[in-house]
């Protein structure tokens, strides 16, 4: 009995030694080698080339990221994020440059690229059967799933940061469709027509951080009205044209071409408050 308890134990150990073999191994095996193994984190610059059109944005203090060219404006720092796990991206395949018909794979002249720090990535186009994006670094070809070129492909706004205003921003002044919001004397917010000061309050609130849905390029429509944010430091107040409130509330800025997609109820809050 006692032998054959040995011979037990010793059997289950050979074969939980022969599992986690074949699993780590497996596991291994089955591991795609990344792109890149630049640390997302070491990524300080990103500069955009598609169709001729440049993009350039950086990182800023706090870790946020600005949009430098072709205007200076907060980025939407989710999906910057998204755009930098490229660097990183599982590769499925990787052949040499000289094995392969540039042309047959959109890289002989790539509409589209991005630079991150100094890694240039040349995006080609996808193949029809597995669905994979081409791309080429430096002297090789490389294939990964194509999640990325959406979003460098995209307009501007989709990268353009949802808030309204910068977020280390101070309002000074509201200059509303239905009134006037400043501060008096003593410093407290007030406004020009009879409005509790808790409401003033909450549309200071509102402005500060308040989010668009959406940021597209900006689309000529009747303009509907027009607001002026008034920022501490700043000479030139931010102006926004009102020019849809059905079934949302757009904001325009032409002057920068975008503009600022909201829900209704925004309206009430941001533009007219009671």
Request: aromatic share 8%; proline share 4%.
């Given at each position: 009995?006692?032998?054959?308890?040995?011979?037990?134990?010793?059997?289950?150990?050979?074969?939980?030694?022969?599992?986690?073999?074949?699993?780590?191994?497996?596991?291994?095996?089955?591991e795609l080698e990344k792109l890149s193994p630049?640390?997302?984190?070491?990524?300080?610059?990103?500069?955009?080339?598609?169709?001729?059109?440049?993009?350039?944005?950086s990182k800023q203090k706090n870790d946020q990221w600005h949009i430098t060219?072709?205007?200076?404006?907060?980025?939407?720092?989710?999906?910057?994020?998204?755009?930098?796990?490229?660097?990183?991206?599982?590769?499925?395949?990787?052949?040499?440059?000289?094995?392969?018909?540039?042309?047959?794979?959109?890289?002989?002249?790539?509409?589209?690229?991005?630079?991150?720090?100094?890694?240039?990535?040349?995006?080609?186009?996808?193949?029809?059967?597995?669905?994979?994006?081409?791309?080429?670094?430096?002297?090789?070809?490389?294939?990964?799933?194509?999640?990325?070129?959406?979003?460098?492909?995209?307009?501007?706004?989709?990268?353009?940061?949802?808030?309204?205003?910068?977020?280390?921003?101070?309002?000074?002044?509201?200059?509303?469709?239905?009134?006037?919001?400043?501060?008096?004397?003593?410093?407290?917010?007030?406004?020009?027509?009879?409005?509790?000061?808790?409401?003033?309050?909450?549309?200071?609130?509102?402005?500060?951080?308040?989010?668009?849905?959406?940021?597209?390029?900006?689309?000529?429509?009747?303009?509907?009205?027009?607001?002026?944010?008034?920022?501490?430091?700043?000479?030139?107040?931010?102006?926004?044209?009102?020019?849809?409130?059905?079934?949302?509330?757009?904001?325009?800025?032409?002057?920068?071409?975008?503009?600022?997609?909201?829900?209704?109820?925004?309206?009430?809050?941001?533009?007219?408050?009671?």
């Amino acid at each position: 009995m006692y032998k054959n308890n040995i011979l037990n134990l010793v059997l289950f150990i050979v074969v939980i030694s022969l599992a986690s073999v074949i699993y780590f191994s497996e596991e291994k095996d089955t591991e795609l080698e990344k792109l890149s193994p630049v640390s997302i984190e070491a990524i300080t610059s990103i500069t955009i080339q598609h169709n001729q059109n440049t993009l350039t944005i950086s990182k800023q203090k706090n870790d946020q990221w600005h949009i430098t060219q072709p205007l200076f404006i907060a980025a939407n720092n989710f999906r910057i994020n998204s755009i930098l796990k490229l660097v990183n991206a599982p590769v499925h395949n990787k052949y040499p440059v000289t094995k392969i018909d540039l042309s047959s794979i959109g890289l002989d002249a790539p509409a589209t690229s991005i630079m991150l720090n100094d890694i240039n990535i040349a995006f080609g186009i996808t193949n029809p059967a597995t669905k994979l994006r081409y791309l080429r670094i430096g002297e090789f070809i490389y294939t990964i799933e194509d999640v990325y070129y959406p979003l460098l492909s995209s307009n501007l706004g989709t990268l353009v940061s949802l808030d309204l205003l910068p977020k280390t921003s101070r309002i000074e002044k509201l200059i509303l469709v239905n009134q006037t919001i400043s501060r008096d004397t003593d410093g407290s917010w007030q406004s020009n027509i009879d409005i509790s000061a808790d409401n003033v309050n909450k549309t200071i609130d509102h402005w500060q951080h308040d989010q668009a849905f959406g940021v597209h390029s900006y689309l000529k429509r009747e303009q509907l009205g027009e607001v002026f944010v008034y920022l501490e430091n700043q000479q030139q107040p931010i102006n926004y044209l009102i020019t849809d409130t059905d079934p949302w509330l757009i904001l325009a800025r032409p002057e920068i071409g975008l503009e600022y997609h909201l829900d209704i109820e925004a309206y009430d809050n941001l533009i007219t408050p009671q």
